[in-house]
């Protein structure tokens, strides 16, 4: 008989060591350095990807938190895992700073414990590629090169729903051609001139395809959604665009998270939460909005308690709003939900009444920034918003100091409904051209009015080298230079036809008249501005 029998021999202390030594290589080569990666400022963000077969009850329930820390300046940034299905989880990261950056995984989850690794974050060569929308007091800022360096940012959102129903359920799960779709919906927006389009989420957060909450029965995000979504937005990201969202709805439609198991701000909306920071938190380029007719469904305590778990859970922060709710805190929008207060309720004004109501509202509070987050959309039924008024709230929203401002169309169906398309987008156009290519809403701008005798509206910044100034139906403008940091260039621009600069030759710092060709609604830009970003 054979006897198979494995014989053994007592360790030595030698072998014990040894063994030990092997045992501890083992788990740092299994757990440790992640290795080097490199990216570019702001785009394309990184991400790793890890095995974690030991997980145990609800994966999206597991926490794990990611820390990276800049070596020069110390900045650093926490986030969390997310899960993405199987035994897979990931984590992402976006350069803030140029340099060298570590990071470490720390989990009660062994396998992803303990990581490790460095990046290497160098310049973007594509210089429409900005990074995070934060604000500076009252004003929108973008951040460019790093995270301090704030330039003035002018947030107005597009609306499409005619041509793209803006319901992230009406985008294909076919992440190619849903990014192309997406690519025509930021054209469109950019030929109406603006560069921040508009995607409605409610329900699909929880099952694509589905916006009520009574027609699904889960409680944990899906993961095509969130596919979907963040296509979206780094498509749009890349173009140079930006995506402003709406999580949710209205409770007539049942499009609110009320019907989620624990409701609003419950176990499952917790866990969304956790997950919408973890997943699309480090991709900068959106915004997010908490829904519509927010008064009839929730309140002010559910709407903080909102914005401060998602803002407490964010690595790379960004502007969150309720309309028609003030959120207590920095990295939220003062946002609100009329057509307009100085009007009897039974006047339907789509918009405010005028330049000095904009003022007032953004006076109001000077710590947060300001959006009107009703949808202004083109001559809705039963409302006066034609293109005049369109192209000249445009313009008083940024004269009174850089209100926030939502346009577009509605379907050309059903009681509530407008015209398409604008029958001058050239108009439009011009308004994003003077603000954003030639990049002249500066963050140290101020009203000062009374700088003009014959009523112009006036944007000056501290050290008297740069002007706007803005006049409807107008062929002068009578204007006090005499504060002005030297002589400088002018040019105007006619508002309402396409984008051309009447140079006006150099001013002199003195009380003038500035003579115009002829009459019409006119912008003047005064000093030498930074360089424009788009063709």
Same mark, same amino acid.
Not at 187 to 197: K, M, P, R, S, V
Not at 362 to 368: C, D, L, V
Not at 412 to 432: A, D, V, W
């Given at each position: 008989?054979?006897?198979?029998?494995?014989?053994?021999?007592?360790?030595?202390?030698?072998?014990?060591?040894?063994?030990?030594?092997? #045992? #501890?290589?083992?788990?740092?080569?299994?757990?440790?350095?992640?290795?080097?990666?490199?990216?570019?400022?702001?785009?394309?963000?990184?991400?790793?990807?890890?095995?974690?077969?030991?997980?145990? %009850?609800?994966?999206?329930?597991?926490?794990?938190?990611?820390?990276?820390?800049?070596?020069?300046?110390?900045?650093?940034?926490? =986030?969390?895992?997310?899960?993405?299905?199987?035994?897979?989880?990931?984590?992402?990261?976006?350069?803030?700073?140029?340099?060298?950056?570590?990071?470490?995984? =720390?989990?009660?989850?062994?396998?992803?414990?303990?990581?490790?690794?460095?990046?290497?974050?160098?310049?973007?060569?594509?210089?429409?590629?900005?990074?995070? #929308?934060?604000?500076?007091? &009252?004003?929108?800022?973008?951040? @460019?090169?790093?995270?301090?360096?704030?330039?003035?940012?002018?947030?107005?959102?597009?609306?499409?729903?005619?041509?793209?129903?803006?319901?992230?359920?009406?985008?294909?799960?076919?992440?190619?051609?849903?990014?192309?779709?997406?690519?025509?919906?930021?054209?469109?927006?950019?030929?109406?001139?603006?560069?921040?389009?508009?995607?409605?989420?409610?329900?699909?957060?929880?099952?694509?395809?589905?916006?009520?909450?009574?027609?699904?029965?889960?409680?944990?995000?899906?993961?095509?959604?969130? +596919?979907?979504?963040?296509?979206?937005?780094?498509?749009?990201?890349?173009?140079?665009?930006?995506?402003?969202?709406?999580?949710?709805?209205?409770? +007539?439609?049942?499009?609110?998270?009320?019907?989620?198991?624990?409701?609003?701000?419950?176990?499952? %909306?917790?866990?969304?939460?956790?997950?919408?920071?973890?997943?699309?938190?480090?991709?900068?380029?959106?915004?997010?909005?908490?829904?519509?007719?927010?008064?009839?469904?929730? &309140? +002010?305590?559910?709407?903080?308690?909102?914005?401060?778990?998602?803002?407490?859970?964010?690595?790379?922060?960004?502007?969150?709003?309720?309309?028609?709710?003030?959120?207590?805190?920095?990295?939220?929008?003062? +946002?609100?939900?009329?057509?307009?207060?100085?009007?009897?309720?039974? !006047?339907?004004?789509?918009?405010?009444?005028?330049?000095?109501?904009?003022?007032?509202?953004?006076?109001?509070?000077?710590?947060?920034?300001?959006?009107?987050?009703?949808?202004?959309?083109?001559?809705? !039924?039963?409302?006066?918003?034609?293109?005049?008024?369109?192209?000249?709230?445009?313009?008083?929203?940024?004269?009174?100091?850089?209100?926030?401002?939502?346009?577009?169309?509605?379907?050309?169906?059903?009681?509530?409904?407008?015209?398409?398309?604008?029958?001058?987008?050239?108009?439009?156009?011009?308004?994003?051209?003077?603000?954003?290519?030639?990049?002249?809403?500066?963050?140290?701008?101020? @009203?000062?009015?009374?700088?003009?005798?014959?009523?112009?509206?006036?944007?000056?910044?501290?050290?008297? =080298?740069?002007?706007?100034?803005?006049?409807?139906?107008?062929?002068?403008?009578?204007?006090?230079?005499?504060?002005?940091?030297?002589?400088?260039?002018?040019?105007?621009?006619?508002?309402?036809?396409?984008?051309?600069?009447? %140079? #006006?030759?150099?001013?002199?710092?003195?009380?003038?008249?500035?003579?115009?060709?002829?009459?019409?609604?006119?912008?003047?830009?005064?000093?030498?501005?930074?360089?424009?970003?788009?063709?």
């Amino acid at each position: 008989m054979i006897d198979t029998a494995i014989k053994t021999e007592p360790l030595t202390f030698a072998c014990l060591i040894a063994l030990i030594f092997i #045992l #501890l290589t083992i788990s740092n080569a299994m757990a440790a350095d992640l290795g080097d990666s490199a990216c570019t400022m702001w785009s394309p963000h990184l991400e790793w990807q890890l095995s974690n077969p030991s997980w145990s %009850d609800n994966p999206f329930d597991v926490v794990t938190t990611v820390t990276f820390v800049h070596a020069d300046s110390g900045e650093t940034r926490v =986030t969390e895992m997310f899960y993405d299905g199987g035994d897979t989880w990931k984590f992402r990261f976006t350069g803030t700073r140029l340099g060298a950056w570590t990071f470490t995984t =720390t989990s009660n989850d062994a396998p992803l414990n303990g990581h490790t690794g460095t990046i290497t974050v160098k310049p973007n060569p594509d210089n429409k590629i900005k990074g995070f #929308l934060t604000h500076q007091g &009252n004003k929108y800022a973008i951040q @460019r090169n790093h995270t301090d360096d704030l330039e003035g940012y002018v947030f107005t959102v597009y609306m499409g729903r005619v041509n793209f129903d803006s319901y992230l359920d009406t985008f294909t799960p076919d992440l190619s051609d849903m990014a192309q779709k997406n690519r025509a919906y930021l054209a469109e927006a950019l030929d109406n001139g603006f560069e921040a389009i508009f995607i409605h989420v409610n329900n699909n957060w929880f099952k694509y395809g589905v916006r009520e909450h009574n027609k699904h029965d889960s409680q944990n995000p899906d993961l095509t959604t969130f +596919s979907v979504l963040e296509t979206i937005i780094t498509t749009a990201h890349q173009a140079g665009c930006r995506v402003h969202l709406w999580a949710w709805g209205d409770e +007539s439609r049942k499009w609110t998270p009320k019907g989620v198991p624990g409701g609003i701000n419950g176990a499952a %909306d917790r866990r969304l939460q956790r997950y919408i920071a973890a997943r699309l938190g480090p991709l900068p380029g959106w915004t997010m909005g908490y829904g519509f007719d927010l008064h009839e469904w929730t &309140n +002010s305590d559910e709407l903080n308690s909102w914005a401060t778990y998602m803002h407490d859970h964010f690595g790379w922060q960004h502007l969150l709003s309720a309309r028609g709710y003030i959120l207590s805190g920095p990295n939220n929008v003062n +946002s609100y939900d009329g057509f307009g207060r100085k009007v009897p309720l039974c !006047t339907k004004r789509h918009g405010p009444k005028d330049y000095q109501e904009i003022v007032e509202d953004m006076e109001s509070i000077a710590a947060t920034p300001h959006f009107y987050e009703e949808r202004h959309t083109y001559k809705r !039924t039963g409302f006066d918003l034609d293109m005049d008024g369109t192209r000249r709230l445009l313009w008083w929203e940024v004269m009174a100091g850089g209100m926030g401002g939502f346009f577009g169309f509605y379907p050309p169906k059903g009681r509530s409904f407008g015209e398409h398309p604008y029958p001058n987008p050239e108009q439009l156009c011009t308004h994003y051209t003077f603000w954003h290519t030639h990049r002249r809403f500066l963050l140290d701008m101020q @009203r000062d009015n009374e700088l003009s005798s014959n009523g112009a509206y006036v944007l000056k910044n501290a050290d008297g =080298t740069h002007y706007v100034l803005y006049k409807e139906a107008a062929g002068v403008i009578e204007i006090d230079l005499s504060q002005m940091n030297g002589s400088q260039r002018a040019v105007a621009v006619d508002t309402k036809k396409a984008y051309a600069e009447v %140079d #006006l030759g150099t001013l002199k710092p003195t009380d003038q008249t500035i003579k115009l060709p002829f009459s019409s609604d006119w912008a003047i830009a005064v000093g030498e501005y930074p360089a424009a970003i788009r063709p």
